[in-house]
């Protein structure tokens, strides 16, 4: 885990979803403290959510390389894939949509239960809110534990864009990132969306980054 407070200079083109890439604020510290207690959590049902670019893949990434599980997204669970998790003590289940087969995820759920198993589902919104057309789904769907990135702050903002700016290896003068922080729109996509944004201007008019690029970017 890198702490956020640290500036990057440098950027490194490798996109790392390790530990030490992870960067910790007010946003997410509670999630990450509470995948690091683990066992010590109070049920064996855990619902991750956050928007979509929240860094919920990145935490999965960072709770597996210190526990042994399987994960799988939610559209591709099958009865194969219900064999393959009797070795597993821990089961995550990514990016929960309403195309999941409800009754593989209720036979899942017995199977963490009767097993003494973990089981972590990965979401945009809470599993409750799912409304399931099975009602035994519904009723085990209260019994998640909620864990939730919120909205990122500031501090958050600017380790994220540096990341961007980093898997891009785009490096550009710190006025300017700050510049961007204080008039971009604050969701995680948004972020990624926008450096995606001044890059593709910038290429196509062979020019570094610069305020024009960047308020051409932004709409203003």
Known sequence: MRDINQKIIKFNYEKNLKSDDFFTSTSNKHVYNFLNSWPKWEKNFI????????????LINIFLEKNKGIKINS???????LQKIKIYENIIVEDLTKKINENLLFTLINIIDQDNKYLIVTSTIPIVDFK???????????????SQIEK??????????????SDRQISIDQKLIEFIIKRIDRTYGKISDFIYKIDEISLKRKKPID????KEALGE
Do not use: C, Q, W
């Not at 057309?133 to 909620?146: E, V």
């Open 132 to 146: 399931f057309k099975l009602n035994d789904l519904n009723s085990r769907a209260t019994n998640f534990i909620l």
């Open 75 to 81: 559209d591709d669970i099958s009865n194969d894939f």
């Open 47 to 58: 619902n991750l959510i956050g928007e979509k670019f929240s860094g919920k893949s990145h």
């Open 152 to 165: 990122p702050g500031d501090d958050l903002i600017y380790a994220l864009i540096l990341k961007n700016l």
């Open 211 to 214: 305020f024009k690029i960047i």
